[in-house]
């Protein structure tokens, strides 16, 4: 059984959302677990549910609600009347608060000792378990009881968490978030001061110090008071230059190199290719370890890759390398400016741009000497082909290289590739449950499942529409689901924000040769049953072998899925029908091909 408070009060059991309705059942159910195997008094159930002024049914109500808790929760959670109240116990339950305090009390801990990779890692698994505002569905007394202090902790693990990230010198990476978190919370000195060391360490003094006197007057104006001891040291600090600005990149204090992004939230229906990926990771048996990871455009390669990355940090003391491979448009980056980079996190001096950048071979020759005998962990992420990622792969077999691609890779054996499918139509739901609330599913499942099938179960579509129904509370799903409907236009409901998975479809396309794209434009109308290379054939007017080598290059390309075999024994074929629907539009005719 799982529940969760942090976000809206919900409960699963065995994956499946337990229906539960009304404030008032969430709030005594939030009470219960707050209370953390104590018992809640009468008293105090009913002061969280109507405050001051309780009916003088309260009792009965409160056992009304109670009873509800029983018979939706099931044999595997007792809510035992214990005098003056009620206490609730549920033996191997998982409580979303609590596995936050244990990752977040570890976070600080390895924080105080100078572990700031774990640190980093653990405080952000923490931050993970909280989906919007906590305890959204429950009364407004248990909010102005509870949401304070839950507040407060999260607050304070995520400044930890911006510490660890500070220590490792991803100053770059967080400025952006510091810059929103100020804004928002502009009287948390401690936010304030880390914004100031990022600013200075990416070469903002000015910034730096035009962000402290907006603090001061802040505070003056807001609160009466002066700036405390640790926005005033950080302010002497930028102004004596003892910020560390001569260390500014991507190696931490230690020279260690941490170059990871934050790990996403919760990763809904990949447990078993997360554990495969850490158990090759964490076990080295002599094999040089090459692990890929690949699929269609935004089936979640590069989500799983750095959760996979994040959690094993323990593994490689002496660093994470991160690369992004390929512009947003598809087009390949030269492995010379990607190996720049990475020897700049590994400490190589002479690269900083004032001279000549040594030729490839030479960058080749001091990545391979930089990695040698180290414990590192390198991230490549969206390669195009084998010829850019063998440049890239570090020497000694202490070494280990996580690769996401859409296309499959020579040099990555089969047993070392995972090939990532779409979501099934319950973990589908989930993601949708997770971004909505259950509730807002649970009022119209029927729109529900018409939103899970129009996604087709494809985690970047699933992500958009889940971010869309956030963003309009006030909207039914019903009217998301009619927008999706029509076909032609459900590519352009697919997009929010950064969000878009037209765009991301397109690099899969322009890496195609012409023949192939001519293929892919043809199956545009065949809907999505599949079908085999003799049926292509016949519809392409080809022969059976040349349809098989184009249907094949569509594979590798993860535009094309193998769907079994046919009374031959010869492959089937199958379309995922987002590609379908991209496939048919005029972009895909007029993108022009890269390689």
């Given at each position: 059984?799982?529940?969760?408070?942090?976000?809206?009060?919900?409960?699963?059991?065995?994956?499946?959302?337990?229906?539960?309705?009304?404030?008032?059942?969430?709030t005594v159910l939030a009470a219960l677990l707050l209370a953390r195997g104590r018992v809640v008094s009468d008293a105090r159930l009913g002061t969280l549910l109507w405050g001051w002024d309780p009916p003088v049914t309260a009792s009965a109500q409160i056992y009304t609600y109670i009873s509800r808790l029983?018979?939706?929760?099931?044999?595997?959670?007792?809510?035992?009347?214990?005098?003056?109240?009620?206490?609730?116990?549920?033996?191997?339950?998982?409580?979303?608060v609590v596995e936050f305090e244990r990752l977040d009390r570890l976070g600080r801990e390895a924080l105080q000792d100078g572990r700031h990779v774990e640190a980093q890692a653990l405080l952000t698994e923490a931050l993970g378990w909280w989906r919007g505002s906590a305890l959204s569905n429950v009364t407004e007394f248990l909010l102005e009881a509870e949401l304070p202090q839950l507040e407060e902790a999260r607050m304070?693990?995520?400044?930890?968490?911006?510490?660890?990230?500070?220590?490792?010198?991803?100053?770059?990476?967080?400025?952006?978030?510091?810059?929103?978190?100020?804004?928002?919370?502009?009287?948390?000195?401690?936010?304030?001061?880390?914004?100031?060391?990022?600013?200075?360490?990416?070469?903002?003094?000015?910034?730096?110090?035009?962000?402290?006197?907006?603090?001061?007057?802040?505070?003056?104006?807001?609160?009466?008071?002066?700036?405390?001891?640790?926005?005033?040291?950080?302010?002497?600090?930028?102004?004596g230059g003892e910020l560390g600005l001569a260390e500014a990149g991507v190696r931490g204090r230690h020279g260690v190199p941490a170059m990871l992004p934050a790990a996403e939230g919760e990763l809904t229906g990949r447990d078993g290719e997360l554990a495969a990926l850490m158990a090759r990771l964490g076990a080295p048996d002599g094999r040089p370890r090459r692990l890929l990871v690949t699929g269609m455009a935004g089936v979640g390669k590069t989500a799983l890759a750095v959760r996979?990355?994040?959690?094993?940090?323990?593994?490689?003391?002496?660093?994470?390398?991160?690369?992004?491979l390929c512009r947003p448009d598809g087009t390949a980056k030269d492995p010379g400016e990607v190996l720049v980079r990475?020897?700049?996190?590994?400490?190589?001096?002479?690269?900083?741009?004032?001279?000549?950048?040594?030729?490839?071979?030479?960058?080749?020759?001091?990545?391979?000497?930089?990695?040698?005998?180290?414990?590192?962990?390198?991230?490549?992420?969206?390669?195009?082909?084998?010829?850019?990622?063998?440049?890239?792969?570090?020497?000694?077999?202490?070494?280990?290289?996580?690769?996401?691609?859409?296309?499959?890779?020579?040099?990555?054996?089969?047993?070392?590739?995972?090939?990532?499918?779409?979501?099934?139509?319950?973990?589908?739901?989930?993601?949708?449950?997770?971004?909505?609330?259950?509730?807002?599913?649970?009022?119209?499942?029927?729109?529900?499942?018409?939103?899970?099938?129009?996604?087709?179960?494809?985690?970047?579509?699933?992500?958009?529409?889940?971010?869309?129904?956030?963003?309009?509370?006030?909207?039914?799903?019903r009217r998301f689901a009619d927008r999706m409907a029509d076909p032609?236009?459900?590519?352009?409901?697919?997009?929010?924000?950064?969000?878009?998975?037209?765009?991301?479809?397109?690099?899969?396309?322009?890496?195609?040769?012409?023949?192939?794209?001519?293929?892919?434009?043809?199956?545009?109308?065949?809907?999505?049953?599949p079908f085999s290379a003799r049926e292509a054939g016949t519809r392409l007017s080809l022969p059976e072998e040349e349809a098989e080598r184009l249907l094949e290059a569509l594979v590798d390309g993860s535009l094309l899925d193998l769907s079994g075999l046919d009374p031959r024994g010869l492959p089937l074929y199958r379309c995922h029908e987002l590609v379908l629907l991209y496939a048919a539009s005029p972009v895909a005719h007029d993108a022009p091909a890269v390689r």
């Open positions: 059984m799982d529940f969760r408070i942090l976000g809206p009060v919900e409960a699963r059991r065995g994956g499946e959302w337990v229906a539960l309705s009304g404030s008032k059942v969430h029983r018979k939706h929760l099931g044999e595997e959670v007792e809510i035992v009347r214990r005098q003056p109240g009620y206490v609730l116990r549920a033996p191997g339950a998982r409580i979303d304070f693990a995520l400044e930890n968490r911006i510490e660890a990230d500070l220590a490792l010198g991803r100053h770059e990476q967080v400025t952006a978030e510091l810059t929103g978190l100020v804004a928002e919370f502009p009287v948390r000195e401690r936010l304030r001061a880390q914004l100031m060391t990022a600013l200075y360490r990416c070469g903002r003094q000015a910034d730096a110090l035009h962000t402290y006197y907006e603090g001061r007057k802040v505070l003056v104006d807001q609160l009466g008071v002066d700036p405390g001891e640790a926005l005033g040291a950080t302010y002497q600090a930028v102004l996979v990355a994040v959690d094993s940090a323990a593994h490689f003391p002496d660093g994470q390398l991160f690369a992004e990475l020897l700049r996190a590994l400490g190589e001096p002479g690269l900083d741009g004032a001279g000549p950048v040594p030729d490839r071979d030479e960058l080749v020759r001091l990545y391979r000497a930089r990695t040698a005998g180290k414990r590192l962990l390198v991230v490549l992420d969206d390669a195009a082909g084998d010829l850019q990622v063998a440049p890239l792969m570090p020497a000694g077999p202490r070494c280990a290289v996580l690769i996401t691609s859409r296309s499959r890779l020579a040099r990555v054996t089969g047993a070392d590739t995972v090939a990532l499918a779409v979501l099934d139509d319950d973990d589908a739901l989930a993601v949708l449950a997770t971004a909505a609330g259950p509730d807002r599913l649970l009022a119209d499942p029927d729109a529900a499942d018409d939103l899970v099938a129009y996604c087709g179960g494809l985690p970047l579509a699933l992500a958009v529409m889940g971010a869309r129904l956030a963003a309009r509370p006030h909207w039914p799903a032609r236009t459900r590519l352009a409901e697919l997009s929010f924000g950064d969000l878009d998975v037209r765009r991301a479809l397109l690099p899969s396309v322009r890496r195609t040769t012409p023949q192939g794209r001519e293929t892919l434009a043809a199956l545009a109308g065949w809907g999505t049953e």
